[in-house]
């Protein structure tokens, strides 16, 4: 009788343990399942706002759109072509929108210095391509931190990044050099799409980058500078030009075409008459026909930044105008 006493005190006692080892796997189960319920919810809804939020970005990428064809229209009823930093398509804009809010700014790239100028082969254009190069990259300190690494030698290896052909300036670099790189890769030798591929040029840094790229554009190599929206910085790098004479014409109103047709001349007060490398005729322009837009759009606290190109066509007649968006980019969120 003991001994079945025993043997029943022990199978309570293994049933207690399945029991629990039951209640035990049954209770992670059930943990697990809310937690990757949770996830699920949190991912989707994270990844449904994002996509709202892009939408949302590309409504100001419309409205930017409308902003800069109002503005033509209005300079064809005034016969007024001069686009100026004050206008109403430079004023930045916040508006909140949905459940979120959407902010943008328009930036005149012909206002900065187009690096595909370099693809431009005529001795004056080479000329002073390189010239005004290196006085912006003096000024804004450009390469900094590196003895080894001057302006001049960015500026040998971006030409040679964009040329064609395989033969290195002085201190330049082409793709046989580029190829013994881990991993290896070739110049371009083609126009510059984007700015970061002057990453790939050996010498110049992040940190200098993200320096230039305020005073940089990338446009056809034959588009002319703005001279009513370009930077201070851009205007004191191009050689002979009477740097106050100059922004006190831009800060009365700007330049119209008529001052341009006699800005190049003999006489000319902003140009010094002295100096015989001055910018030719067809450097500078009063209006402008490409623009980036910075837009970005919050839900949530779920963010989406957009970088857009935008392209307006030079036409006089309100039929023709046209605004397109040749470029779009999301940017990297973690990026400043």
């Not at 210095?113 to 370099?118: G, M, W």
Request: one cysteine or more.
């Amino acid at each position: 009788m003991m001994a079945n006493f025993s043997s029943s005190r022990h199978q309570r006692g293994t049933v207690i343990i399945t029991v629990l080892m039951l209640v035990a796997v049954a209770t992670f189960l059930a943990v697990e399942i809310t937690y990757r319920q949770r996830i699920d919810i949190v991912r989707t809804s994270t990844l449904l706002a994002l996509d709202q939020s892009e939408e949302y970005a590309k409504s100001a990428e419309a409205f930017a759109l409308y902003a800069l064809k109002e503005d033509l229209f209005k300079d064809i009823k005034n016969t007024d072509f001069r686009d100026i930093g004050d206008e109403e398509w430079s004023t930045p804009l916040t508006a909140p929108i949905g459940r979120g809010v959407v902010s943008g700014n328009l930036v005149d790239l012909q206002g900065r210095f187009n690096l595909n100028r370099f693809m431009l082969t005529g001795a004056d254009d080479v000329s002073m391509t390189r010239r005004v190069f290196l006085q912006l990259l003096a000024d804004l300190n450009i390469p900094s931190g590196k003895s080894n690494i001057t302006a001049s030698i960015i500026t040998e290896r971006i030409t040679d990044w964009m040329d064609v052909g395989d033969t290195p300036g002085l201190d330049g670099l082409e793709s046989q050099e580029y190829l013994l790189l881990d991993p290896p890769y070739q110049a371009g030798d083609r126009v510059l799409v984007d700015l970061s591929e002057l990453l790939l040029v050996t010498g110049m840094s992040r940190k200098d980058l993200d320096t230039l790229s305020e005073f940089v554009s990338i446009l056809p190599p034959t588009m002319p500078i703005n001279i009513n929206t370009a930077s201070i910085e851009l205007l004191g790098a191009i050689p002979c030009l009477q740097s106050a004479q100059v922004q006190s014409t831009v800060q009365g109103g700007g330049f119209s075409v008529t001052d341009l047709n006699t800005f190049y001349g003999a006489n000319s007060a902003y140009i010094d008459q002295n100096c015989t490398d001055a910018p030719k005729a067809g450097f500078f322009s009063v209006n402008s026909q490409f623009f980036l837009l910075n837009a970005e759009a919050t839900i949530e606290n779920r963010s989406v930044r957009m970088h857009s190109v935008l392209y307006r066509n030079d036409v006089t007649t309100k039929n023709n105008v046209k605004v397109l968006v040749v470029q779009r980019k999301l940017l990297d969120p973690f990026s400043n």
